[in-house]
Structures are given as structure tokens and as C-alpha cells.
């Protein structure tokens, strides 16, 4: 026998895994939760704050990438350690009433960002010429059907790719022209306006930027991927990529729409989408409505079935109450009846006559941003506690990034909510 067909005889050994491999394996809920992050109500609000304010938000927006990464990366390994959701985790640590108002809290939260899903369905549908009256109901039975019918996940990675429409936004950034000293002094300058608009933006700013429910869809993710803590160290990578990421279009949403609109008096206040629209025209002239109303349609009907999951997998989770989009509502009523109310009222409010779609999509980041730091804390508490993640507990840097960004949102609230009651206007 020869020395090659010896050879030929051995058992073939698997060749180890690569960590290009395994970071492709563990890729998703990070760049899922972080992209379905700049959804309606983000893209109204990015588009808003450089329409009024011009640069003067950008440098809001450079701190709040450091807290959504280590916000983010603390939910993912609380997952990795655990095996656990948030939610599951509150209740064990906590109890059953503080879960309850936790609870309460993200219903709060994940109805108010439909309403303003449904309102980016109503806006971009508008821009078509379909009545909003048309496209809102059969929206919501759309997005309950993919739900129920659990065929979400088929059509989830089409969403994502026409949501990346807004990519364009960093094209047409250069494609304005703006001042880029200018834009580099405003992200790392300081500005502020001491009137309720600006403190509004602000808050809106942060709760569409760290919303509340993306910290329960990417714990609940890694969990069901089954990512152990060994793993983690490359997962938390795609959850780092798709903060920054997301930021990063985020940004220059707002420097696009600043150059554009912000010169113009008459266009700083955005009451409609089409308005919003402009600030793709030096890239695409004429096809930007077009283009504005599919990415804002995918994007809406991305995070319209992404937050009724997210909603009812949470509660259920917390309270231990059957769950599952493959579930008869005899076997899960609870979980069933949530996802349902989320979509159909969300849907029920933007059909109410008169409703300003726009203002509809901001206020929901406003009650995202004031939900955001009582979430926070429950995760600060049982992210280091040593009883539940060992070893695994925030270091001195996460703790003091994650406590600024609670005490940041908690101030900002204050003061608009102080200047609102005083009357304060400018």
C-alpha cells in the first residue's frame, strides 16, 4: 500500500472553524435590531432635528453611538450568560411587581413606536397617491398575517435590503456639498438651544436612538440563536457593527437634511414626508420621492412586525405565559392578544381624521426617551450582579457610559417637562 492510499484510509478530520466562519454564524440580531432601529419615527426625527437645527444636534448624536453600542452589548451578553430574555430576568431578580410596571412600561413604549409605524405606512403609501385610509388597514392585516402566518422571516432580510435605501443619504450628504469643518465642529461642539422644541428633539432623539424595545429584541435574539458566552466574543461584534452602523446613517440623515433644508426658512419645519423627501433631490432630483417613500415604507412595515413580537414574546416571557406565532389563541391568548392590539391600534390612531403623520412619528421617540433610563436601570442592577453574570459583569467604563446615558435622558426629561409646565417658549 502506498504511503498516499494509507493516507486515503484515515478518517477525515473536520478542519477547525475559522473566525471569519463563526462571526458569519453569529451574525444578525445586532444589525436586525440596530437598522429596524431607524425606523419612521428615527428617520422623522434624524430629518427634523437637521431641518430646524442644522448641525447644532450632531454632537447629541456622536455620544449616543458610545451609549446604543455598550447599551446594546450589555443586552446581548446578559443573553450569552444567561440563556435568559430581559424580561425573564427582571422577574427573577425583581419580583412580580416591578415586572409589572417594566412590563407596562415596554407596552407603553412598543405601542406608541406602532402608532408611528403605521404612520410611516400612511406617509409613504401618501406619496404614491393611495389614501391613507386604504393603505393603513390593509397594512395592519398585512403585517398581522406575516406575523401569524410565520412567514416574517422570509421576507425580513427584503425589508432590510429596501430599507437601506437611506444609505443614499451619505451619498447625497457630498453630493449637497456642506461645510465639512463646519460638520466635523458641530459633532464634537456642544449646543444647545434653552427652548421646548430643541429639548423635545432631544429626547426624541435618544429614545429613537436607544429605544427601549431593541435592548429586549437583541437579548431575546442571541438567546434563541443559542450564542454561548465562549461565543460572544466575536457575537458581540454584529451587535457593535450594527450600532455604529446605524449611527453612522443616522448622522448623515441629519447633515444631508441640515444642508438641504435647514438653509431655506421655509422648509425647516417638516409636517410631511414629501417635505422630508427634498433632501435626497441633489442625488436623485426627481425620483427622490420615490425613492424616500419605498425606503420609508419598507422600513415601517419592518419595525411594524418586528415590535408586536417583540411585545408579546416579553410579557409572556416575564409572567411565564405560553407564547409562540405557531400557537392557536387556545394555547396562547395572552401572547396572541398582544401582538393584535399592538398592530390594529397602532393602525386605529393614524386613522383618525386630521392626524399629523409627521408630529405622530416624533412624539413616539419623545415617550421611547422618557421609558428609556427606568428600563436602563433594570438592566444596570442585574447586569452587575455578580449572582446572575458571574464573571461577566460591567467593567468601570460600561457602567459610567450606561449611568451618563440614564442620568443624560432622565435631565433631558426634566427640563422639557419643567419648561412645558413653566410655559417656557422660544
Not at 409572556?316 to 390594529?344: H, L, Q
Request: glycine residues 8%; aromatic residues 10%; positive net charge.
Amino acid at each position: 500500500m502506498t504511503a498516499r492510499a494509507a493516507t486515503d484510509t484515515q478518517p477525515i478530520q473536520p478542519k477547525p472553524r475559522s473566525r471569519v466562519w463563526l462571526l458569519l454564524a453569529v451574525i444578525g440580531p445586532g444589525v436586525i435590531a440596530a437598522s429596524a432601529g431607524n425606523d419612521s419615527g428615527g428617520i422623522s426625527t434624524y430629518s427634523q432635528a437637521g431641518a430646524k437645527y442644522g448641525y447644532e444636534m450632531l454632537w447629541m448624536m456622536l455620544l449616543m453611538t458610545f451609549s446604543l453600542v455598550i447599551v446594546q452589548e450589555m443586552a446581548g451578553r446578559m443573553g450569552a450568560v444567561t440563556g435568559k430574555g430581559f424580561a425573564a430576568l427582571i422577574r427573577e431578580r425583581f419580583g412580580v411587581r416591578p415586572t409589572l410596571l417594566a412590563m407596562l412600561m415596554l407596552l407603553a413604549s412598543n405601542a406608541a413606536t406602532s402608532v408611528a409605524e403605521f404612520a410611516g405606512i400612511a406617509a409613504a403609501m401618501e406619496l404614491f397617491g393611495v389614501s391613507r385610509y386604504i393603505a393603513v388597514p390593509v397594512g395592519a392585516i398585512v403585517v398581522w398575517l406575516l406575523v401569524v402566518r410565520g412567514s416574517f422571516r422570509n421576507v425580513e432580510k427584503v425589508l432590510l435590503g429596501l430599507s437601506l435605501v437611506f444609505i443614499t443619504y451619505i451619498i447625497t450628504a457630498f453630493a449637497a456639498k456642506p461645510d465639512w469643518l463646519v460638520v466635523g465642529h458641530a459633532l464634537v461642539t456642544p449646543s444647545v438651544r434653552f427652548d421646548p422644541g430643541f429639548f423635545s428633539l432631544a429626547v426624541a432623539l435618544t429614545g429613537t436612538t436607544v429605544a427601549p424595545w431593541m435592548q429586549f429584541f437583541v437579548q431575546s435574539n442571541i438567546v434563541d440563536k443559542g450564542t454561548s458566552i465562549k461565543e460572544w466574543a466575536l457575537a458581540k461584534w454584529d451587535v457593535i457593527a450594527g450600532a455604529v452602523a446605524a449611527n453612522f446613517v443616522a448622522i448623515f440623515i441629519i447633515v444631508t437634511t441640515a444642508t438641504v433644508l435647514h438653509p431655506n426658512p421655509a422648509t425647516r419645519n417638516i409636517t410631511e414626508a414629501s417635505q422630508a423627501a427634498v433632501a435626497l433631490t441633489p442625488l436623485v432630483g426627481q425620483y427622490a420621492t420615490v425613492l424616500f417613500a419605498i425606503g420609508l415604507l419598507a422600513a415601517s412595515v419592518l419595525a411594524a412586525c418586528v415590535l408586536p413580537l417583540t411585545a408579546g414574546y416579553s410579557i409572556c416571557e416575564a409572567f411565564g405565559w405560553e407564547a409562540g406565532v405557531d400557537r392557536k389563541f387556545s394555547e396562547a391568548p395572552i401572547f396572541i392578544g398582544i401582538y393584535t392590539f399592538v398592530i390594529f391600534v397602532g393602525a386605529a390612531l393614524i386613522l383618525i381624521p386630521g392626524v399629523n403623520l409627521i408630529a405622530v412619528m416624533i412624539l413616539s421617540q419623545v415617550i421611547n426617551g422618557m421609558m428609556l433610563p427606568f428600563l436602563l436601570i433594570f438592566m444596570m442592577v442585574i447586569v452587575n450582579d455578580r449572582r446572575i453574570m458571574g464573571t461577566h459583569v460591567n467593567g468601570r467604563f460600561f457602567n459610567a457610559v450606561a449611568w451618563l446615558t440614564i442620568a443624560g435622558a432622565i435631565a433631558l426629561t426634566v427640563i422639557l417637562l419643567g419648561m412645558t409646565a413653566l410655559g417656557i417658549g422660544g
